[in-house]
Structures are given as C-alpha cells and as structure tokens.
C-alpha cells in the first residue's frame, strides 16, 4: 500500500475552534467572569432559551468552531461525532449527504429518498438530500436536536434535526474573513459583513470559495478520458447569500434571504477489491492516490441551487405573528464508475465480473415551503405558540447506465417525476407549575402525499406509476425541574413520524418499492449542570425508543439498485455525556461520546445479501433458489454504537497582550455495519481521526494566523462499499497540512 504524507484535506479541523471561550485570560477570577457571560443559548423550541432550560436533548456547535472544522475544505460530513449521537456520510460526493442521530438515518443513495433527520436553515426546512449539502460558511449555530421534534419543526423528524442559523445582519458595521491554504492546491476563503444602509435597513453579504487541484491517478490508461496524471479528486464550490433585513419600528422585523450554490468537482472514489474476503482491513491494493478507473469518465459531478426566503416578524403586543415563504431550486448531473475498477482481472483493481456505469444526466429540484406561526411574548407562568406549515416539492431525475467500457452513449436511459406535498397544524403550551418546576407539551397533525411516475426510455420500454397517501398525529410531553440555577433535571415522552416512501431504480430494475409510514415513540431523561463560575459543565442523556413499521432500504445485494422494505419493530437505546472544562488559566478541554444500540426485531425479514465474495455471518434462506440474508436482531446500518470526541486547547498570553496557542481535536466512530445484513468484510471496527493546530492572536484578537494538519495520523478509514460486484470500498479524506490567517474588522 502506498500513502502520501500530504493529501487531500480532512474532514474535521477542529473542535475547539479558532477562540476557545475562557482560554485567553490571565486569573482564574477573569477566567470565571468570562465563563458566565458565555451562557448557550438555543432556539431548540423556537424562542431563545438558556440550554439549561430546555426540556430534550440538545447539543451545540457555536459558528466559529464549525469554520475551524471546515477551513481545511471540509464539507458537512465533517459534523460526524461532532457531537454525541451524530453520524453523517456519503456515497454521492460533496453534495448529497446522509445524516444519522442516534442510530436512525437511511442508507438510500438516490436523489429521491426520505431522510429521518431534518436540516433546518434558517427555519426553513431542506428535506432532499440534495439540499442538505449546501457549504457551512458564516453560520452562528449549530443545534443537534435529538429524538422526535416533529411537533415544531417541518415533516419527517423521528430521529431529529440539524438546526442551522446564519449570522444575520446587525445594526453596527463589522465583518469577518479567513483565508487557508494547504496542500493538494487547497485554497479556501470564507467571509461575512455586515453594511448598515440606514437606522432602519441593513444587510449582510458572506461568501465562500472552495478548491482543490485534481490529486488522484486513473491508473488505467486504456481510455479515451485518462490524461496519465492527476484526474479526479478536485473541486470548485463556490456559494453566497445575502440577507436584508429591515427594521423600521419596534414592532416588525422583516428578513429577505437570497443564497446561491456552484458545485463542480470529482465524486466519491469507489476503489474496487481493496477488501480481502474474511477481513474488514484495507489490503495491499489499496492506495490513496491511485485508482483504475474503465467508466465514468472520472466520476464527474456538477450542482447548482439558489433559494429565496422572505421571514417576516410583527409583535402585536401580547404575542408575534411569523411568517416564512420560501423556494428552493437546483439541478445537478454527474457519473461514476461504480465498480471502481476495470472490467476482467487486472493487477491494479482485481478481478470486475461486470462492468456498472451509472450517472444522473440532469436533476431538477424544485421545493416550496410556507410557515405562518403565533407565539405568546414574554417569560410569564404560561406559553404557548400554534402554526400551520405547508411543504411542496417536485423533483425530476433523468438517469443512465452505461453498460460498455467508457461507452460515450448511454444504454439505459430512465426518468423519474416526482411530486410531494405536505400539511401540517401544530401547537405547543408551556406552564411554569413553580419556580422550578416547568411542564410543556406539543402536537401536531400532518397529512402527506407523493407521486411518482417512472418511464424507461431507452433500453426495453418500461412505465409505471405508485401513489402514497397518510396522516399521522407527532406529540411530545416534557418536565424540567431546576435543582439549582446551575443545574436541572429533565424527562420527555414523544411520538414521531415519517410519511411513506416511494423508489424506483428502473435504469437497473423493473421495480418500484414503496415503504408505509413509521412512527416512533421515544423516552429520554438527563441531567444538565454546570459549576457556579460555569468553568466546568456536563450533560447526561438517556434514551430509549421503539418505532413501528421502520423504513429501511435494502441496497445493492445482487445488482445496483435500491429496494424499500418495512420491517415490523427497530428498538433503540444509549447514553449521551458532554462536558467541558477550564480547570487552569488558558486550559480547555470540550468532549463528548454516546453509546447507541439499534435492533431490527423481525423474524421473517430477509434481504439479499453481496453478490460479491463476502462472508455473511447472518442466517442464510434460499427463496426460489435465491441466497437471502435473515437480519432479525441486527443493528440498524450505519448506527455506530460508539461514537466519541475530545478537544483540547491551551493559550499563552504575551506581553504585549498577544496570545499563542495550540490546539488538538479527535474524533471517531466505532462498531457498526454498512448493510442491513451482517459481514465480515463490511463491518467496521474503528474509525477516528485528529487534528492539530497552532497559531498567533493580535491583542484586540481581530487578527489569527495559523498552521494546521488534518487527518495527522493519515489514517485511511472505510466509510462506505459496494457489494454487488466486488469488495469495493470508499474511504475518509488524508492528511493535509497547511496555514491560513482569519480577521476580524
């Protein structure tokens, strides 16, 4: 095996982030007033609130942490085990992500797949995963709300959401720039300002460009597309918004919102046979830098989007009336050589039994949300807020399969319409029984539609149409006792829900599968505390939930194509810890881990297990003389059962009142499956990776430079494979070093 010490920029930067909160003074009593005016406040309920006083589970990364973690050029699947119960990953590249919270995602590849963990930016709901991978850049906060939150938030929330807000404009001008370079021709800018244009109107303009050189060899030059150099692995990404926001009273606040994405860059690098039959460990084939590629023209990808959103504010005294419009749209294309390898049995990829070329020849997005919401003001005994929410989407995928050796014309042409709409009516009350003692509770009714229309129309004709229909009643019911100011006790019961599905892989298959409605119930009780000078804070969660009808995806097997299937129970439970400490001057310490089992309870469920030489440790079934994998009691796929995270941060005051710094970051997964069925080979031991980084602070701290390494230990882990071929798999990003400065003004 063969690894360069400098390569493409890894996915976490940093935990800690470029200012640490307390690390910068000189006495523990500065030290102690800094730590009480950091109090985290959180939006998790749609108000203001200190975490403290939130009756879930709720973790935060504030913004400039997560512009450390993605100054190396990271993207989103940089957030996995961030914090604890959070996973994310990709097979589609850089714009497709996959997220998990405690256990419960879906493994579905395809454009038009339902997610259970909701991405919410700037209170707009981004339900396709399309969407979901737009750039973190001039972002405020990051809030992982876990467990069912389907009584405020959008549709399709059992497992949770990633709650995102921007920064917004102010009524002071200032702004923020950071600028990184590093190997691999890494280059990356990010910044955000904020122009008053009067006392009543201003705006903020913030802007990311992201690159990196082409650093990966096709080694097979057999092709009329490899240049017998560096061909895959780089990327353009280039995104903007623009907020303005207007302020002409006390009374009404109105925020018009315009964003904007450019993606061009190279997909996920599937590296055939790298996988030994009987182990899980990258073998001797394996090299980083070097794949043999006879397809996909260099797995090409292109994206772009650009949204509208109008949020409208109006106190009207005893309550503020809200209302949010907005629209999403997008198109994308891309190709890949799905068996990473060439076609026969060659030194560099193994042996390819045929040959699997798939794209998406264009995909268009179009998404629609409208939110009107009535809110009580003020901290009286009793709260309450209701809403209505409507969610309109249609979608249309054109997709191809080539079935020749770098064949120019597709073989296979298919298209897939379709159209979703979603309606909802929610309410939610809160009830201060005493000083200490607060009791909430929430429902909402949602009512949803797909239909899907799918035409094969190259290749042997086929049509054919599934339509799904549901409403279900999300609930939840909470207390949160205040054992002190510093401390508080907390315990939640919730339903949650997710619509029906519809898939339809016909490039591959002449089946549409459709999964009915699940719905979870979830029980959660912990604990939030912090000491009086707020130096040293923790949080414990426990959990546990069942879901009836759970949705899963039965991928690959027996050929590329994806299959819905309900199975009658999955159960869940674990136990989440954060904490955070400044035990001496300068000193922090952030981490987190969870421990998170997942079971499939059905008996008779079985799914084709890997076409490939695998070895399946599941019971095997022959239907009509077809080999099938029983799962009953196997975790959910992509649920590791670990997941952890530790920072740490020192500074060292000069002087002249400038500072230096060092900082370290690690993060990893640990124990769980890539498929719904169990293998050797596509089990996953442990992942994990670190960070480091060192640098200078002005005394007004405007200005940063610094030095960093991410992936340090270069460690290759596996996130993902296809089994349908060969033992192929796709790695995490290696170690690249660079430096970069940030400023403030």
Request: include cysteine; hydrophobic fraction near 35%.
């Amino acid at each position: 095996m063969k690894t360069k010490t400098y390569l493409l920029a890894g996915l976490p930067v940093l935990l800690a982030g470029a200012t640490p909160a307390c690390a910068q003074e000189a006495t523990p009593q500065d030290m102690a007033s800094e730590a009480q005016s950091s109090e985290i406040v959180v939006t998790a309920q749609r108000r203001p609130e200190n975490i403290r006083d939130v009756p879930i589970a709720v973790s935060v990364l504030d913004g400039t942490k997560v512009s450390a973690i993605a100054s190396g050029g990271a993207d989103i699947l940089s957030l996995a085990g961030r914090v604890p119960s959070l996973y994310v990953e990709s097979s589609n590249g850089r714009y497709a992500p996959r997220l998990y919270i405690r256990g419960l995602g879906n493994v579905d590849f395809d454009f038009n797949a339902s997610q259970p963990v909701s991405v919410v930016l700037d209170d707009v709901v981004l339900e396709n995963v399309y969407l979901k991978g737009f750039p973190l850049f001039d972002l405020d906060s990051v809030e992982v709300l876990k467990g069912p939150q389907g009584t405020l938030f959008g549709r399709n929330t059992p497992a949770g959401v990633l709650k995102m807000d921007t920064r917004r404009p102010g009524n002071t001008a200032e702004g923020r720039a950071e600028v990184t370079v590093g190997e691999l021709g890494t280059i990356r800018g990010e910044m955000g300002v904020t122009i008053p244009a009067s006392s009543t109107l201003s705006f903020r303009f913030a802007g990311l460009a992201n690159h990196r050189n082409n650093w990966v060899d096709n080694g097979y030059t057999n092709t009329s597309f490899n240049r017998a150099g560096h061909d895959l692995g780089g990327f353009d990404d280039l995104a903007g918004r623009i907020h303005a926001q207007w302020k002409p009273d006390d009374r009404l606040s109105v925020l018009l919102t315009l964003q904007a994405r450019d993606y061009r860059g190279t997909g996920t690098l599937n590296r055939a046979n790298v996988l030994t039959t009987g182990s899980n460990k990258l073998n001797d084939r394996y090299d980083r830098t070097r794949v043999y590629y006879d397809g996909g023209r260099n797995n090409p990808q292109t994206q772009h989007t650009k949204s509208e959103a109008l949020h409208i504010d109006y106190d009207l005294g005893g309550a503020t009336l809200t209302g949010i419009v907005s629209a999403y749209q997008g198109g994308s294309s891309g190709r890949g050589d799905i068996d990473g390898g060439v076609l026969g049995t060659t030194p560099g990829s193994g042996t390819i039994p045929f040959n699997s070329e798939t794209g998406t020849l264009s995909s268009d997005l179009d998404q629609q949300t409208y939110e009107l919401r009535l809110a009580s003001n003020g901290e009286g005994r009793f709260g309450w807020q209701v809403g209505a929410f409507y969610w309109h989407e249609s979608f249309n995928l054109v997709s191809a399969t080539w079935n020749g050796t770098g064949g120019i014309d597709p073989t296979i042409i298919s298209t897939l319409d379709q159209t979703s709409d979603s309606w909802s009516v929610f309410g939610q009350l809160r009830y201060d029984v005493t000083d200490r003692l607060r009791l909430t509770g929430g429902a909402r009714w949602t009512r949803d539609k797909r239909d899907l229309v799918a035409e094969r129309t190259k290749g042997a004709y086929f049509i054919d149409t599934r339509s799904v229909r549901d409403g279900q009643p999300s609930w939840d019911a909470s207390a949160l006792y205040r054992l002190s100011p510093q401390a508080s006790l907390f315990a939640r019961v919730a339903r949650g829900y997710r619509g029906p599905s519809i898939q339809g892989r016909i490039a591959t298959s002449n089946v549409l599968t459709t999964a009915n409605s699940e719905t979870i119930t979830s029980y959660e009780a912990g604990i939030k505390a912090a000491t009086g000078d707020r130096r040293f804070t923790a949080n414990l969660t426990g959990y546990l939930y069942e879901i009836e009808d759970p949705q899963f995806t039965a991928i690959g097997g027996q050929g590329n194509f994806n299959q819905l299937i309900n199975a009658r129970r999955g159960k869940g439970r674990g136990i989440e810890f954060e904490a955070t400490a400044n035990p001496l001057p300068g000193l922090q310490f952030n981490g987190g881990v969870s421990y998170n089992f997942t079971r499939i309870a059905d008996a008779s469920l079985l799914v084709a297990p890997c076409g490939a030489a695998c070895t399946v440790r599941d019971a095997i079934v022959l239907v009509d003389g077809k080999r099938r994998a029983a799962i009953n009691g196997n975790p959910f796929p992509q649920a590791p059962r670990w997941l952890f995270n530790l920072s740490a941060s020192y500074t060292h005051a000069l002087g002249n009142g400038s500072k230096l710094y060092a900082q370290t970051d690690w993060v990893g997964q640990a124990d769980f499956n890539l498929f719904l069925y169990d293998a050797t080979e596509f089990h996953v031991g442990t992942n994990y990776e670190g960070g480091v980084r060192f640098g200078w602070r002005s005394p007004s701290d405007k200005t940063d430079a610094f030095v960093f390494a991410r992936n340090v230990t270069d460690r290759s882990n596996v996130i993902g494979a296809i089994d349908f071929n060969n033992l192929t798999a796709f790695v995490n990003e290696p170690r690249v070093i660079g430096a970069g400065v940030a400023f403030r003004f």
